[in-house]
């Protein structure tokens, strides 16, 4: 049984629920940016401080981790970030409107790290192409992982990837991102001499 989640901060959303109205779940129209597995929500507080003009969605699958979410967004008094627990394909597919994201961000989601598992990755060619539909001209798209084999797989396939221009180039990834937070689980590994692989892209505007 899940532990029931009551904070205000939570937006609660099922499979073949209708889609938020997003101006009305923010009372604005500022821009989207949502971010894939936000964990136990520290990364998340922290953007959405530095960055007030932006509307943040932040999505997880695990209830523990949006409630940990939850108690941090409402400690920090920010308006400006919802929380939803939803697996990212069915939510985006269902809730996000194509060309309404300015940013997408994904921090060290699970690197499956058997080479036999490895196919189960999230971040790969398919899911930024899909991403690619749902943002808008000039989005940001952030991707950060702990785990080596991951970061420069990423960063590899990227260069090619139809429709993005890298922000770190002539860098494929750096170790360091300037104004980009460091969340708690970032710093355990970064604490044990292990290194942050960053990539970041802008969506190109669509030729004429």
């Not at 821009?31 to 007030?52: K, N, Y």
């Not at 695990?62 to 979410?69: A, S």
């Not at 990755?121 to 943002?135: A, D, I, K, P, Q």
């Not at 000039?138 to 992982?145: D, H, L």
């Amino acid at each position: 049984m899940l532990i029931p989640n009551n904070s205000p901060s939570l937006l609660p959303w099922e499979d073949n629920d209708p889609s938020p109205q997003w101006s009305e779940v923010f009372g604005n129209n500022n821009p989207l940016a949502l971010e894939i597995g936000c964990g136990v929500g520290d990364f998340v507080v922290q953007m959405a401080a530095l960055h007030p003009e932006l509307n943040f969605i932040a999505l997880d699958f695990y209830n523990k981790g949006c409630i940990k979410t939850c108690k941090r967004v409402d400690k920090s008094g920010l308006t400006n970030v919802r929380v939803l627990r939803a697996e990212a394909r069915s939510f985006i597919e269902a809730c996000i409107r194509p060309g309404s994201l300015r940013t997408v961000i994904i921090n060290c989601p699970d690197p499956w790290p058997k080479l036999r598992h490895r196919k189960r990755r999230l971040v790969n060619t398919g899911f930024v192409s899909y991403l690619s539909g749902f943002m808008e001209s000039g989005a940001n798209f952030y991707f950060a992982t702990d785990f080596d084999d991951y970061g420069v797989d990423v960063a590899d396939f990227m260069v090619e990837q139809a429709g993005f221009s890298n922000v770190l180039a002539p860098d494929r990834y750096r170790h360091t991102l300037e104004g980009y937070p460091i969340s708690k689980y970032m710093r355990r590994f970064l604490d044990e001499g292990k290194q942050i692989y960053y990539v970041h892209y802008k969506k190109q505007p669509a030729a004429n």
